[in-house]
């Protein structure tokens, strides 16, 4: 399993780099890189291609990377826009790496995606929008279904929550999921850690950061180590 984050955490094999999250710093033991836009940007249905693109090609050149995955910009809580997204911008964006197709809305993904991400914080189901970390049970059996249906397909979890996790690993549907990304963790998980943290939500640390990552992992459930 390849996990993405945005901080240089010792242990964990993915580096996540967003619009939002621009911080290029990196750990050794990442060597695999995931870019995107951010939930925000996608939400709005406004960003910057041009803006993208140099982020991609910044963060491409700060390591050797065994793999770089892009995430093709979506449209939040909207699938006929993310796939004319996807068709718009995919011929630009192949060269720079594998491409990945979000499947909003659950909706079917192309054939020129190379991996699905399937929104795993917010999800849109009908309309509905789900909120994954207040109802992982109801979220978690939509994406369960969409899995098992796209078993043949290289499946990520955009952005899961860590009771979501925890639903997916007792249903045994991880071992169809190659990676998931979060910047979850960066909120503190608990009181105590928001006391040390000077009474802060948000991390203010790489070193908390980490920190804060480790306990989020362990609440999820999952078994998965870094």
């Known amino acids: 399993m390849i996990i993405y984050i945005p901080d240089p955490c010792p242990g964990v094999n993915g580096k996540l780099v967003t619009l939002a999250h621009r911080d290029l710093s990196w750990n050794e033991s990442q060597r695999h890189l995931l870019t995107d836009i951010g939930l925000s940007a996608a939400r709005l249905h406004g960003f910057s291609i041009a803006d993208y693109v140099k982020l991609i090609q910044k963060a491409r050149a700060i390591h050797e990377w065994e793999s770089v995955k892009i995430i093709v910009p979506d449209a939040f809580g909207d699938y006929a826009k993310t796939l004319k997204n996807f068709e718009k911008f995919a011929p630009l964006l192949r060269r720079f790496g594998e491409l990945v197709f979000v499947a909003q809305e659950l909706g079917e993904p192309p054939r020129g995606a190379d991996i699905v991400a399937i929104p795993a914080r917010r999800l849109t ?102």
């Open 125 to 226: 189901v009908r309309g509905v929008v789900i909120d994954c970390a207040r109802e992982p049970e109801t979220c978690g059996q939509y994406i369960a279904r969409y899995v098992v249906m796209h078993s043949e397909r290289r499946i990520h979890l955009l952005g899961p929550a860590a009771r979501l996790l925890k639903y997916l690993a007792s249903r045994g549907v991880l071992q169809y999921v190659e990676s998931f990304d979060t910047a979850s963790y960066r909120r503190a998980p608990d009181a105590e850690s928001k006391k040390e943290n000077g009474g802060a939500w948000m991390v203010k640390t790489k070193e908390q950061a980490c920190k804060w990552f480790e306990k989020w992992l362990s609440a999820s459930g999952t078994n998965l180590t870094v």
